[in-house]
């Protein structure tokens, strides 16, 4: 890993500015001749921005030139490094099978640093699984966090990322907690799923969202078993 480089984990809501953030990074990269690679996982074709091309694209615009690699094939990462690159971004981490940690595990081996961009929970507020992982291995945070648009106005920092299909909350499931992050067309506005940053204000825990917040770091096929919100 370059001299005094630590690992980064841009985290945050959604609209927050994570992959803005990371394109960021890539261009302080290019500036300082520092050779690098990007990844996007393939179930996430953000919403539409950047779709299944080979690029980041964040909503800004910027564009960073990427590798789409399979989500539940992490590993696949570590075949597409040569012996020049010295850094690693990622975006939306959280779509990826957690086995990504092994794989960012021995780029700090190779010392190659990782950047990697996500959200820090789910749309039940259940934190993805590798935040523990972030901590014990020295990770440097950067939180991001978008603005309330829950409700028309508040614009205060949105902590939380809410779902809704229409006007009415999208029921929680955890089996689906990497669902992809483009949101279909429909004519019909009750139908329609978006997301949204929300305030702990305004955030609401949707149906069979975990009813205690003691369980939300359990895995997804623990969370179908626990007492949930009915």
Same mark, same amino acid.
């Given at each position: 890993?370059?001299?005094?480089?630590?690992?980064?984990?841009?985290?945050?809501?959604?609209?927050?500015?994570?992959?803005?953030?990371?394109?960021?990074?890539?261009?302080?990269?290019?500036?300082?001749?520092?050779?690098?690679?990007?990844?996007?996982?393939?179930?996430?074709?953000?919403?539409?921005? !950047?779709?299944?091309?080979?690029?980041?694209?964040?909503?800004?615009?910027?564009?960073?030139?990427?590798?789409?690699? !399979?989500?539940?094939?992490?590993?696949?990462?570590? !075949?597409?490094?040569?012996?020049?690159?010295?850094?690693?971004?990622?975006?939306?981490?959280?779509?990826?099978?957690?086995?990504?940690?092994?794989?960012?595990?021995?780029?700090?081996?190779?010392?190659?640093?990782?950047?990697?961009?996500?959200?820090?929970?789910?749309?039940?507020?259940?934190?993805?699984?590798?935040?523990? +992982?972030?901590?014990?291995?020295?990770?440097? +945070?950067? +939180?991001?966090?978008?603005?309330?648009?829950?409700?028309?106005?508040?614009? *205060?920092?949105?902590? +939380?990322?809410?779902?809704?299909?229409? !006007?009415?909350?999208?029921?929680?499931?955890?089996?689906?907690?990497?669902?992809?992050?483009?949101?279909?067309?429909?004519?019909?506005?009750?139908?329609?799923?978006?997301?949204?940053?929300?305030?702990?204000?305004?955030?609401?825990?949707?149906?069979?969202?975990?009813?205690?917040?003691?369980?939300?770091? *359990?895995?997804?096929?623990?969370?179908?078993?626990?007492?949930?919100?009915?």
């Amino acid at each position: 890993m370059m001299t005094g480089a630590r690992p980064i984990c841009l985290l945050g809501t959604m609209g927050g500015g994570k992959t803005q953030r990371l394109a960021d990074y890539a261009d302080d990269f290019e500036q300082r001749g520092i050779q690098y690679i990007a990844f996007k996982p393939s179930n996430s074709p953000r919403e539409g921005i !950047d779709g299944h091309t080979n690029e980041i694209v964040s909503r800004r615009r910027s564009r960073i030139p990427a590798s789409i690699i !399979d989500w539940d094939r992490p590993e696949q990462i570590l !075949d597409k490094l040569n012996n020049h690159i010295d850094g690693v971004l990622i975006d939306e981490y959280h779509l990826f099978d957690p086995r990504l940690e092994d794989v960012l595990f021995t780029l700090m081996r190779m010392d190659i640093q990782p950047i990697i961009a996500g959200l820090t929970a789910d749309y039940g507020a259940v934190p993805y699984e590798m935040l523990p +992982f972030f901590l014990n291995y020295g990770f440097e +945070f950067e +939180f991001l966090y978008g603005k309330c648009k829950k409700v028309e106005g508040c614009n *205060k920092v949105g902590t +939380f990322n809410q779902a809704l299909k229409g !006007d009415e909350l999208l029921a929680y499931d955890p089996k689906v907690r990497r669902m992809k992050g483009d949101i279909k067309k429909t004519d019909d506005p009750k139908e329609k799923v978006t997301f949204t940053a929300a305030c702990v204000r305004h955030f609401e825990f949707p149906l069979g969202a975990p009813k205690n917040l003691r369980d939300i770091l *359990k895995g997804p096929e623990d969370l179908l078993k626990i007492r949930r919100v009915e």
